[in-house]
């Protein structure tokens, strides 16, 4: 009788214990529930833009809101370009004058494999709700994006991008003119702004 | 006796050590700045949009999807959200390719035969944020949270890529923007300079 109780129980904790490792299989979302919808063409815009710089850039996101916080990981990559569809060129003799015109940074997460992971959410409350918003972490991605910014003009990303610019858009003019050409730079050290 | 206790214990924390340890993989942080010369001429804006949402029994094929069907139909509530984003493709041509023989001026006639680099495409890249299209989680469901949207936004990152590989057609009409850009900007460029171009582009 006693050996009986004994084999039930055993098998009673066998039981939960292989319904609580099961279970999280079938209450876990699957990938079939998600339904990807074709690609739509939004826009096509054209552009005269020379580029002088491009970063790529691995950076570990950690933020928090209240007792929530997050860790991830994200690619960026981003351009120094220079819009030259409007150029001003003057010419003085047989030298042609252009002046730099000022850089345009644009910061994207990168379309490689794996670019944006969540590596963890948790509160500091026991039980509590480590939940982060879509709004919330769109804020933080746009955190991450402005201080990507910043550092790439505290490196000298910037200072480096004008000046090869410079000679480049030179070289440009100069090779279809065949005219000698003088790249002048107003702001050496670029100029950072909203739009950027 | 005391022996037994010993590796038993010490086999017991092995397996518990084991067992708690995560699946980390080493995350190599770097960044790199490469120096190019590229002459961007065109943009398209591809849209993506995906569901996350629970199976029914007349979506289930297999035997799998109808278990998933049959649970998901026993669960008290419903989970349905929709997300978007866009990713950009941009058409170029590398400017280090063009070399003094590409280009030919002729002072006489005042006219400049200019051969371009081929246009060429690449991503370059896709909006940090996601938009949230739709939202709605209710009853005992658990909420959407940020290790699932960022499963999707991957999902749907290689689905695109995939899209834009299959059809030809996203490349062909960024390059063709790219094209007449590229024509209309150095003819009004070397027009201000009193030259009539010719303009072509490599193949490749």
């Known amino acids: ?196 | 006796m005391k022996l037994g206790i010993i590796t038993s214990a010490l086999a017991l924390a092995a397996l518990i050590f084991t067992g708690c340890r995560k699946n980390e993989e080493p995350h190599d942080i770097y960044n790199e700045i490469k120096s190019v010369n590229r002459l961007n001429l065109a943009g398209m804006t591809i849209s993506k949009m995906a569901t996350i949402d629970d199976i029914t029994l007349d979506e289930a094929k297999g035997v799998k999807e109808t278990a998933d069907a049959l649970l998901n139909a026993i669960k008290i509530g419903d989970r349905i959200a929709v997300y978007s984003y866009d990713t950009y493709l941009r058409a170029y041509i590398d400017l280090s390719e063009l070399t003094p023989s590409d280009v030919a001026v002729d002072e006489s006639t005042r006219s400049v035969t200019l051969l371009l680099p081929a246009i060429k495409t690449e991503f370059a890249g896709r909006d940090l944020p996601i938009r949230e299209n739709h939202y709605r989680v209710t009853g005992l469901r658990s909420a959407i949270n940020a290790k699932e949207r960022a499963a999707i936004k991957e999902r749907m990152n290689e689905s695109l890529k995939a899209e834009v590989r299959r059809n030809p057609q996203f490349q062909n009409h960024v390059k063709s923007e790219a094209r007449r850009k590229a024509v209309a900007y150095f003819e009004s460029m070397l027009g201000n300079l009193g030259y009539s171009a010719d303009i072509s582009f490599k193949s490749k």
């Open chain 1, 1 to 196: 009788m006693k050996t009986s109780k004994i084999i039930f129980a055993v098998a009673a904790v066998i039981a939960l214990g292989s319904l609580a490792l099961l279970a999280p299989r079938y209450f876990t979302p699957k990938e079939e529930d998600r339904d990807i919808m074709d690609s739509t063409v939004k826009e096509i815009k054209s552009m005269v833009k020379l580029c002088s710089a491009d970063i790529y850039e691995e950076v570990p996101i950690k933020a928090s809101i209240g007792n929530r916080h997050i860790f991830a990981r994200v690619t960026l990559k981003g351009t120094i370009s220079f819009d030259i569809e409007r150029l001003d060129i003057t010419r003085e003799g047989d030298t042609l004058h252009v002046a730099l015109p000022p850089e345009e940074i644009e910061i994207l997460e990168s379309t490689d494999k794996d670019s944006y992971i969540v590596i963890d959410t948790w509160s500091d409350k026991l039980m509590g709700n480590s939940r982060f918003t879509t709004e919330e972490e769109n804020k933080i991605k746009e955190k991450v994006k402005q201080n990507a910014i910043k550092n790439i003009y505290a490196k000298g990303y910037v200072r480096q991008a004008r000046a090869e610019a410079a000679a480049n858009l030179g070289n440009m003019i100069s090779t279809l003119t065949t005219k000698p050409v003088k790249v002048t730079d107003p702001t050496p050290g670029g100029k950072m702004n909203k739009g950027n």
